[in-house]
């Protein structure tokens, strides 16, 4: 049975009131593995400061600052190195959703949160642009601050302040949307590069390769990659590669220089250099500082 890690942060003092719910916020930064759980509540979390690798519906990839997502209750995940890197975390319990379902059920970015067919398999995640992200922030402080300092009407404004963030997170959302809606036809190109670079990982290609796969030249597959992902296929390429060479360091005895073959790096100093660029950590560090914790995590299920 998953034990959720957070259950002993989330007091009843912490409950605004029968007819609204659990709600918290906290902040946290440098505080380790996480190991997979599933909670109870309603998790929304805002990648705040440097990047983290996470773990969803057996899916590892590399959440960096501006990533915010939702976790339902009964979605399993996990923070595999969290180390470097400011989060906040915003707890709610259902019932907090319920005293609006009437108008927030209305809006489609957020019909997810009240269907009843239990944990899906889509990460519920938009991506913030600078001006989105300090507001985000803003609003967070602000929650951390009202539950702090209990001032006369703190229940109220925190209430106000989470709705503020779940209309943002919709609107970022719908924008997204709309956008991918209007450029279908180049968003199925983009998916067939990401399709091309998590297929041939342990491959030696080129930009050429990938652009060809795509039917696009490699400066417009660039321009294309860059706004619907945020990113260049060259960088996703290093992050997929280094997201599996996580897995193989933490799940296998494999030499380093085994795990960097078999991840598609030409040497194993190349990637030592670009694992500790995406992670902070060499690989025989990070190996040594998490593999003990990642076997013994009660948390962790295995096959």
């Known amino acids: 049975m998953l034990t959720d890690p957070h259950a002993d942060l989330i007091p009843a003092s912490l409950y605004i009131g029968p007819e609204h719910g659990l709600l918290r916020v906290m902040r946290q930064q440098d505080h380790g593995r996480i190991g997979m759980h599933a909670h109870e509540f309603m998790e929304l979390v805002l990648i705040a400061e440097g990047a983290t690798l996470h773990s969803f519906d057996g899916q590892t990839q590399v959440m960096t600052a501006g990533d915010l997502f939702v976790i339902l209750p009964g979605e399993q995940h996990s923070y595999i190195d969290t180390k470097r890197t400011a989060l ?23 019909d997810f949160l009240y269907r009843d067919n239990g944990a899906g398999p889509d990460l519920h995640k938009v991506r913030l642009d600078v001006v989105s992200r300090q507001r985000v922030t803003r609003l967070l402080d602000e929650m951390i601050r009202e539950s702090q300092e209990r001032r006369t009407g703190w229940q109220t404004e925190m209430e ?25 036809a180049h968003y199925r190109q983009v998916m067939q590069a990401v399709e091309f670079i998590e297929s041939n990982y342990q491959s030696d290609y080129s930009m050429e390769d990938v652009a060809a796969a795509a039917g696009l030249s490699p400066s417009y597959l660039t321009r294309q990659f860059r706004a619907y992902l945020g990113s260049t296929p060259i960088a996703y390429a290093r992050q997929y590669r280094v997201n599996r060479a996580a ?15 078999a991840t598609g790096y030409r040497s194993l100093s190349v990637f030592s250099r670009q694992f500790r660029q995406l992670t902070g ?3 025989s560090v990070f190996r040594r500082e998490g593999r003990v914790a990642y076997l013994n995590d009660p948390h962790i299920t295995y096959d």
Request: charged content about 25%; aromatic content about 6%; hydrophobic content about 45%.
């Open 88 to 110: 906040y975390n915003c707890l709610f319990m259902p019932g907090l959703l319920e005293r609006h379902r009437e108008r927030l059920a209305t809006i489609p970015a957020l």
């Open 281 to 283: 950590q060499a690989p």
């Open 247 to 261: 897995e193989l360091l933490l799940e296998t005895d494999d030499s380093l220089s085994t795990i960097a073959a």
């Open 160 to 184: 106000a302040l989470f709705l503020s963030l779940l209309v943002i997170y919709a609107r970022m959302a719908q924008e997204s949307r709309v956008e991918l809606e209007e450029n279908s």
